[in-house]
């Protein structure tokens, strides 16, 4: 489903979303991890949609479960940068600072001795977007981090670094 909901066919993606939900509901106790990662991946179709109140929803409701867990699940560092995001659309920019600023947090705490993580590039760059709209003259910092971060884990070509280069150029 994420695959389709990459590709821009969002009907497709969002009927194999609808057929998985209603086979992993009828097979996992209802606060099972891969409910979570399936409530981030319909928020991110929500995104698609422009349907930031939706995507919310299932943010939070994603972010409830993995946060409900004993086990790391690495998709609540992305639920909570898209959260912070997404709460930047919907305008509450003291919401999604603080998401942003968690999500950063539990990245550099998860690196495991790494000095790379893809999960901490993106929560930077999430950070970055929120530093941006707040007027914070840390951004250019953060986002600097953000891109060293991204560059040495995805590659220059990655849709993050590409947003992370146009937020740079446009500062």
Avoid at 98 to 127: H, I, P
Avoid at 131 to 156: F, H, I, M, P, S
Wanted: aromatic content about 4%; overall charge negative.
């Amino acid at each position: 489903a994420p695959a389709w909901c990459a590709e821009d066919d969002l009907a497709r993606c969002e009927a194999l979303l609808g057929r998985a939900r209603a086979q992993l509901q009828a097979a996992l106790p209802a606060q099972h991890g891969t409910l979570g990662t399936l409530e981030m991946e319909e928020a991110e179709l929500a995104l698609a949609r422009r349907d930031p109140a939706t995507a919310r929803a299932h943010f939070l409701r994603a972010l409830s479960i993995f946060e409900a867990r004993k086990e790391w699940n690495p998709n609540r560092l992305r639920t909570m940068s898209s959260l912070a995001r997404t709460e930047l659309q919907l305008g509450d920019k003291a919401a999604a600072a603080a998401y942003a600023t968690r999500a950063v947090a539990q990245a550099r705490a998860q690196l495991g001795g790494f000095a790379q993580s893809a999960w901490l590039g993106d929560a930077l760059l999430a950070e970055a977007e929120v530093e941006n709209a707040l007027g914070d003259k840390e951004v250019r910092a953060t986002l600097v981090e953000a891109l060293a971060q991204l560059r040495a884990t995805t590659g220059d070509e990655a849709p993050a670094m590409r947003e992370a280069k146009t937020l740079l150029a446009s500062l």
